[in-house]
């Protein structure tokens, strides 16, 4: 699919709208004549995008045109379309805003994970534990979750504790969380570690004296 832009030479008098699926004529600055289907029209910056026959003769392929009518010098409408586009879906503003929430609260959390100093390892354990726990703040290099679950370096599951009793469902959960965590980081290690193998020497034969 060709995408080509066209403009110069402003013409007064463009049509303010065309119909999606009318078929219009153009000549461009160029003297050039593009006949092509309407795919869309921007009225505020005169652009017009036509679906025109492929260059390169396949059927199964189109040109698509974006013609600037600001700056053609001609415009006819050969056909005029009946076609009514179906209205737009309507947006989920509510969706949308949560979305927009959602994604500044990672990027803060990103740039919370980055500045803390530590190792790209605690980094990404912070990040993996805000995932499903918003909870999660930074003490120094401790990672503090739930406001009393704390996990020091080298942050491993020994490292996990508490301000409160260690059977503590939540001490046990980010326990699990770090765990995993940890085994998860040691099995990309390995995965990722190119491994060489080394070739056998052929033995070498002997050739047996000959008798004399």
């Not at 060709?2 to 999606?20: D, L, P, R, T």
């Not at 912070?126 to 020091?152: A, F, M, R």
Request: proline fraction near 7%; charged fraction near 20%.
């Amino acid at each position: 699919m060709a995408i080509n832009f066209y403009g110069k030479h402003k013409m007064a008098g463009v049509n303010e709208c065309f119909s999606i699926g009318s078929v219009v004529m153009c000549t461009n600055c160029f003297d050039e004549e593009i006949e092509g289907e309407v795919l869309g029209f921007e009225p505020t910056t005169k652009m017009l995008i036509l679906k025109c026959p492929s260059t390169s003769s396949n059927p199964l392929l189109n040109n698509i045109n974006i013609v600037n009518l600001a700056f053609a010098k001609d415009v006819q409408v050969k056909k005029e379309s009946s076609f009514n586009p179906p209205p737009l879906p309507s947006l989920n503003l509510n969706r949308l805003n949560n979305r927009i929430k959602t994604q500044i609260q990672d990027k803060k959390r990103q740039i919370s994970a980055m500045s803390a100093n530590v190792s790209p390892e605690a980094q990404k354990l912070y990040l993996t534990i805000t995932k499903t726990i918003p909870e999660v703040t930074w003490q120094g290099q401790n990672i503090v979750v739930y406001d009393h679950v704390i996990i020091s370096p080298p942050y491993k599951a020994d490292n996990v504790k508490g301000t409160g009793n260690q059977e503590d469902k939540a001490i046990l959960y980010i326990k699990n969380i770090v765990e995993k965590f940890v085994k998860d980081t040691a099995s990309q290690q390995v995965s990722s570690t190119p491994t060489t193998h080394r070739s056998k020497p052929a033995a070498a034969t002997a050739a047996a004296p000959q008798p004399q």
